[in-house]
């Protein structure tokens, strides 16, 4: 078992838990999904689209920056538009923004360790 770790988390991550997982990162509450200009240029040219398209279809405006968008599942809960629910896998996994690269070592779960434990079953405790 490869686990993946980082300084600064008292956690690590196997990368084959994805195998098992319901995509629980990509669903469940709503929220953001943040791009910047140059991960929206690297999703446009993976869907091969133009940005017009990628702008109408597949991200928002929130602010001052740009979310992908979700779909709505039930009343609480969300996925994300590139999620595939029949395959349970990312449909853009190759140019997937860092905010999905980097999970679950995001600096919110460095105090809120007991939340990533229960949506991610690849998470070990150490």
């Known amino acids: 078992m490869s686990l993946v770790r980082k300084d600064g988390y008292d956690f690590a991550f196997n990368p ?3 195998e098992t997982c319901e995509g629980n990162c990509c669903i469940g509450e709503s929220g ?3 791009v910047n200009k140059q991960e929206i240029e690297n999703l446009k040219n993976h869907l091969n ?3 017009e398209e990628l702008s ?3 991200i928002e405006k929130r602010g001052y920056r740009y979310s992908i968008k979700e779909r ?3 009343e609480d809960n969300f996925a994300c538009i590139f999620f595939d629910l029949e395959k349970k896998q990312c449909g853009i996994y190759e140019a997937r ?3 999905c ?3 679950p070592f995001w600096d ?3 105090k809120n360790k007991e939340e990533v434990i229960k949506e991610c079953p690849a998470i070990k405790e150490f």
Do not use: D, E, M
Request: aromatic share 20%.
């Open 101 to 103: 690269r980097t999970f």
């Open 32 to 34: 953001n999904i943040w």
């Open 97 to 99: 923004p860092t905010q």
């Open 16 to 18: 084959k838990g994805c």
């Open 108 to 110: 919110y779960f460095k």
């Open 49 to 51: 689209i133009s940005l």
């Open 56 to 58: 109408k279809s597949y």
């Open 72 to 74: 709505k599942l039930a």
